[in-house]
C-alpha cells in the first residue's frame, strides 16, 4: 500500500503543477517577427492514394515566406494517382519518386533525404508534413518565429469535420487526444518539458537531426523510442498551440499510443541513467488515467480507514478532492466542447477493455471462437526474364512476392513453376537463391542482379532493389549514371566471374 500510495501521490502532485501552470493565461504573439530568415526545406511525404498532395504543393508555394529561404521535397513513396509529370515538370519542386515492390516507409523516406542534403551546409531546419495535411499561407513564417524558442517542436492539427464520421471508440480516441494536445502537450511546453513526437507534421532544426542520425518511424512505439531518444540528448519535443496544420477528420488516426506500448518503453529505459528531461518523460509513460486513479484512490482510503495507516484518512480524501478538482481546471483551460465530455469520460474504459481484449489468452479464444485468421498483405509483380543454358536463351517470367514485407520469387517457365523455399528480408536474396537453383540445373538468369557490370546503389530501402550499369558501350558519357532494377535484363549482359574456393 505504501508504494501505491506514493505512486498516486507523485502523480496527484504532477497534475495539480499542470493545472496551476494553465490557470495563468499564455501571452498571445501576434506579430512573430524576427529578424532572421531561416533556409528551411519542406519535406512532403505521401504514400497510397493522396488526392490532398497537389493541394498542399500549391498551398506551400504560396506562403508569404521569402521564396529563395525554403525548398520543397515531395517524396512520392510507391503513390497511386499522383501527377508525377506535373510535379517534376515544376521548377519549385523537388520530387524523389520512390517506387518500390512495397512502400518503404516514412522513416526510411525521411532518411533518405536527409542523407542527400546532409552536404548542404546552408540548410538550418526541416519541416515534415505527411500529404494529407493542409497549411495556412503564414505557415512558414510562423515556424520561421519558433525556428527561435525551439530546437524541435509540433503544430497542432485540428480535424476539419464532424465527429459522426467517426466510428464511436474513433470519436472517444479524437476527443482524448485533442484534451491531450490543449492541456497537456501545451502546459508541458510551458513548463519545459518534452512531448510525444507526431510524425504526421513536426519541425527539427539540423543540426539536431545530424547528431540524431536516423529516423525510427515504424509504429507509435518506435515514436516513443525517439522521443526518449531526442531527450537523451537534452532536446525536448515543443507542442505548439498557436502553429495550426488541418486535416479531414477521415484521415484521422489516434497518435496516442496504448498502455502497454508505453509500459514497453518503461521497462527499457527506467533502469537508465540520464538528464531530467529524459528521466522524466520516461517516468511520464506510467501517468495513470482517471479511472486507475479512483480505483487506486479508493483502495487507500477502504484501507486506511479499517487498517492502521502511516497516512491519515483525512490526507488521503483531501488529495483526492484537490485531484478532482486540478481535473476540473484542466477540463476548463482544455475548451473541449460540451458534447466531448461523455467521449473523454469514456477513454479510459476504452483503454482498459483495450488491452483486455488484446491480452493473450483472450485473444487466441476470440480467434479460436470465430475462426479468425490473420489476414497477409501480399504484393506482387510479373517482369519477363531470359534464361540461358550457355548455348540458347529461353523467355521466362518472374513474379516478385511480397508478403508482410518478406520477400520470395515465383519462377513460371512453359507453365510449370517454381517458388523459392524460404523467405527473405530483401528481394535481391530471394533472387539469389532463385539463381542458386537454377545454376544446380546448368541455367543462368540474365538479369542485372547477375551481371557483372550491376552495382547496387544503397537507397534506405529494405530490398535495395536498384542499381546502376557501369557497362562502358560505345557512345556512353563519361560520369553518366544509367538507373536500372535487379530484375531487368539488357543485350550487354555478361555473368559475374565465380571463383569456387576449396
Known sequence: MSILYLYITVFTIYYIILAATSIK??????????????????????????????NLVNQLKNQTYPKHRYTIYTILDKCEN????????????????????????????????????????????YVFLDAKNYVDSDFLANVNYYLTKYRVFMPMVNYIGEY???????????????????FIFSTRTRLGLTNLINTDAFVIRKEILSKIASFDFQDKTAEVKYTVKLAREKVYTAFVDELKVYTDISNYDSRIPSLSKRLDVFRENFVHPGNFINQEYVYSLIAPNWLVCILCYGLLLSHAYVFPFWVGYATILISFIV????????????????KEYFYLFAYPVYSVA??????????????????????????????????????????????????????????????????????HLRMVDAIKELSGKLNDYGLSLKVCQCCKYFQPVVDGSTNMIKGCCNCKFQGRVEGDIIPTLVWNTCPRFEEQNVVNLF
Not at 526545406?41 to 488526392?51: H, I, P
Not at 464520421?165 to 490543449?182: G, H, I, M, P
Not at 483472450?362 to 548455348?391: A, P, Q, S, W, Y
Open 25 to 54: 493565461p499564455q501571452k498571445k504573439v501576434r506579430d512573430k517577427y524576427t529578424s532572421k530568415d531561416s533556409n528551411i526545406c519542406v519535406a512532403v511525404y505521401a504514400t497510397g492514394e493522396v488526392k490532398t498532395l497537389v
Open 354 to 423: 483495450h488491452i483486455i481484449k488484446n491480452f493473450p489468452p483472450i485473444r487466441f479464444v476470440v480467434n479460436f471462437l470465430f475462426n479468425r485468421k490473420r489476414r497477409h498483405n501480399i504484393e506482387k509483380m510479373l517482369t519477363n526474364v531470359i534464361v540461358t543454358d550457355g548455348k540458347k536463351d529461353f523467355q521466362c517470367q518472374l513474379e516478385l512476392i511480397s508478403d508482410d514485407g518478406l520477400a520470395r520469387v515465383k519462377f513460371i517457365n512453359k507453365g510449370k513453376t517454381y517458388t523459392t523455399k524460404n523467405n
Open 323 to 338: 485531484l478532482a478538482l486540478a481535473f476540473c481546471v484542466s477540463l476548463f483551460n482544455a475548451k473541449i466542447y460540451a
Open 164 to 182: 459522426k464520421e467517426l466510428k464511436f471508440w474513433e470519436c472517444v480516441k479524437a476527443t482524448y487526444s485533442r484534451y491531450c494536445s490543449k
Open 82 to 125: 499522383v501527377p508525377e509529370v506535373m510535379l517534376q515538370s515544376d521548377l519549385d519542386v523537388n520530387v524523389i519518386n520512390i517506387n518500390n515492390l512495397e512502400p518503404i516507409g516514412k522513416s526510411q523516406a525521411y532518411s533518405i533525404l536527409a542523407e542527400k542534403l546532409s552536404e548542404a551546409h546552408n540548410l538550418d531546419a
